[in-house]
């Protein structure tokens, strides 16, 4: 059972537009939600981290919208690129273990 | 600074055989993990160490054992390999309790 639901699974933008991946979770005990990202026979890293009790961060283009009342949180890329083009992955902690959502594989056209 | 490898990084197993996985990290951190990476599912934590001689259970722990019997390295063992054990295999590791783990390359591993 998937604690950390993400989607879309697979995401395709211009080059240009924004890229936003959507994550949901169940459990109230987790306290940070960091999103990585992995490119093609790479392991992942990690991209951007926010706490519950912020409600957006945001780091040169990518951003994080937290809502903790719906349990839901998302990733948006503005100006997307095609270096982007990866797979994101957002997760959430409770102490030192990370839970994965599925996954969503962007491709950004030029 | 090679921060955190993995070997083998290719393996092909008949089911039954057995093989380690041998992770190495030369950033000095306490806590290392295994994860391993399956279509659809992102990645599932098999067992972790918080320091030196420790090792707790994970999400997925069955069928894998693990070792930590130095600092730098954390050994990840299949005793009896199943085709549902063909995956890619990822090494983790961070300065403690912190969402920044840092991965290594990974090892794709085939069970037939």
């Known amino acids: 059972q998937q604690q950390v639901k993400q989607s879309p699974q697979s995401l395709i933008v211009q080059k240009g537009g924004i890229s936003i991946i959507n994550c949901a979770y169940e459990?109230?005990?987790?306290?940070?939600f960091p999103w990585y990202q992995q490119f093609p026979g790479k392991g992942p890293a990690l991209l951007i981290a926010?706490?519950?009790?912020?409600s957006e961060k945001k780091e040169g283009r990518f951003t994080i919208s937290f809502n903790k009342s719906a349990k839901q949180f998302s990733l948006h890329i503005m100006d997307s690129q095609p270096g982007d083009s990866a797979t994101y992955f957002c997760a959430a902690s409770t102490g030192s273990r990370l839970t994965f959502g599925e996954g969503t594989q962007l491709t950004v056209n030029p | 600074n090679a921060g955190v490898t993995q070997t083998p990084k290719f393996r092909v197993l008949k089911t039954g055989q057995s093989m380690t996985l041998l992770c190495a990290q030369d950033?000095?951190?306490?806590?290392m993990y295994w994860y391993r990476q399956d279509p659809g599912m992102g990645l599932r934590l098999i067992h972790y160490s918080v320091g030196e001689g420790t090792t707790a259970k994970g999400e997925v722990p069955d069928g894998y054992n693990v070792s930590r019997l130095k600092k730098q390295n954390f050994l990840l063992g299949l005793e009896s390999a199943a085709p549902s054990q063909t995956s890619v295999y990822f090494c983790?590791?961070?300065?403690?309790?912190?969402?920044?783990?840092?991965f290594g390359p990974g090892t794709r591993l085939t069970v037939t």
């Open positions: 459990n109230t005990a987790f306290d940070y």
């Open positions: 950033m000095n951190h306490e806590y």
């Open positions: 983790a590791s961070s300065r403690g309790q912190s969402v920044e783990q840092y």
């Open positions: 926010i706490r519950p009790d912020v």
